[in-house]
């Protein structure tokens, strides 16, 4: 059966290079179009993968190219502007996490996705890695029974993007470590428990350590997390608790999940850099006896990546699978961490 082949436009090509990539090799693209107002950086990326078409100018893009699709890979103050033109004009959206600064703007951007019946997928492309992956069939057949805990995390011991225009604070970004790291992991930790409400939070941000490294950058009173920790109660009594930094006194970078269940237990566990050493495993009382089984042995289907996973949708005309109402829920609950953060009190879901 032929398919129908896209058009797709990738704006920003720091991280959105691997939006080309991904795009680059899919059968299910006609052509790409590159956008970054960077010439040097459009240059760069439009020579590796051979693309002609390019430019500087979002909306001359939006308006000369047709395109069916784009991947919007730009600082976060841009994802509610740019993809709220581009849903207008007609172009579906994979819009890079976080969704938006704040819930407002995501909620903004739910809207134009159903008023202009445009897919918009937040590219929480963690889910999409094959341990996690199996990790959710796993739980979705029940063999961890009834899920009452989980610690999520994503801690660096010395990790702030100085490249980004940190000195704008939140302006740019919303927020730092846990709107940037947080929101992976949070997205995988709901995605594994099937995106409840949250009942409310606990929450504080420090920014303790790289203050000194800030000010011999020459940034001034830097106020963005350089660690965020929270602990929400979900509706039903399910606890998650979530750690993100940029920057803490730890022996190294690692990003763990572990859930605790009725029937069984998980980990998803990697140490990031030298040896890149990881634990996948799934903890069973089998027979009276505990069994720890790596991931890796449990049968599972293959996973598209992320980028394609966005194609299929929009050619078979599916629900994304990275959805703009769990996107905007995560951005919710970390507004939530925030205002915690600020006011020192547990605050409610509304
Ligand atoms: N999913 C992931 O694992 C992952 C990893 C890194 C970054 N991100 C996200 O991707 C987004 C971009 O991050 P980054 O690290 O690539 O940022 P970056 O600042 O390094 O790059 C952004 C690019 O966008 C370009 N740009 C800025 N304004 C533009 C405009 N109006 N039109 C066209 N191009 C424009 C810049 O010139 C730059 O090349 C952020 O939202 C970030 O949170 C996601």
Redesign the pocket.
């Known amino acids: 059966m032929s398919k129908r082949k896209l058009r797709v436009g990738v ?6 290079a691997s939006h080309v990539k991904d795009y680059a090799s899919s059968e299910s693209v006609q052509e790409i179009v590159l ?4 010439e040097t ?1 459009l240059k760069e990326i439009g020579d590796k993968y051979n693309i002609s078409k390019r430019y500087t100018d ?1 909306d001359k893009m939006l308006k000369e190219e047709n395109l069916d699709a784009i991947s919007l ?4 103050f ?2 509610m502007k ?1 993809s709220i033109q581009a849903m207008e004009a007609g172009v579906h959206v994979l819009c ?3 969704m938006a600064r704040n819930a407002d703007e995501g909620r903004d951007m739910l809207a134009a996705s159903i008023k202009h019946n445009k897919k918009l997928m937040i ?1 929480f ?1 963690q889910r999409f890695l094959q341990e996690c992956h199996t990790l959710k069939s796993v739980i979705d057949e029940g063999k961890l029974g009834d899920i009452y805990y989980v610690r999520t995390l994503w801690q660096r011991r010395r990790g702030v993007p100085w ?2 225009p940190l000195s704008s604070g939140k302006e740019i970004f919303g927020g730092g470590a846990l709107i ?1 790291l947080g929101v992976h992991v949070l997205d995988r930790a709901m995605w594994f428990c099937g995106y409840p409400d949250p009942e409310w939070v606990l929450g504080n941000t420090f920014c303790k350590v790289s203050k000194e490294e800030a000010a011999r950058k020459g940034i001034q009173n830097f106020e963005l997390d350089d660690m965020g920790v929270a602990m929400f109660r979900m509706m039903g009594g399910l606890m998650i608790e979530l750690e993100a930094s940029w920057a803490s006194n730890r022996e190294n970078e690692v990003i763990t999940t572990r859930i605790y269940g009725s029937k069984g237990g998980a980990v998803l566990h990697r140490v990031v850099g030298d040896g890149n050493d990881s634990c996948n495993k799934v903890f069973l009382e089998i027979g009276g006896e505990v069994h720890d089984i790596p991931l890796e042995n449990m049968k599972t289907t293959k996973m598209p990546n992320v980028r394609q996973a966005f194609l299929n949708a929009i050619i078979n005309d599916e629900e994304v699978p990275c959805t703009p109402q769990q996107g905007l829920k995560i951005t919710q609950m970390l507004d939530m961490v925030y205002s915690s953060a600020a006011n020192g009190t547990p605050v409610k879901w509304e």
């Open positions: 704006v920003g090509l720091t991280v959105g956008c970054d107002v960077n950086r979002f890979a730009v600082p976060n841009l994802h740019l890079e996490k976080p590219n492309n490249w980004y940037d």
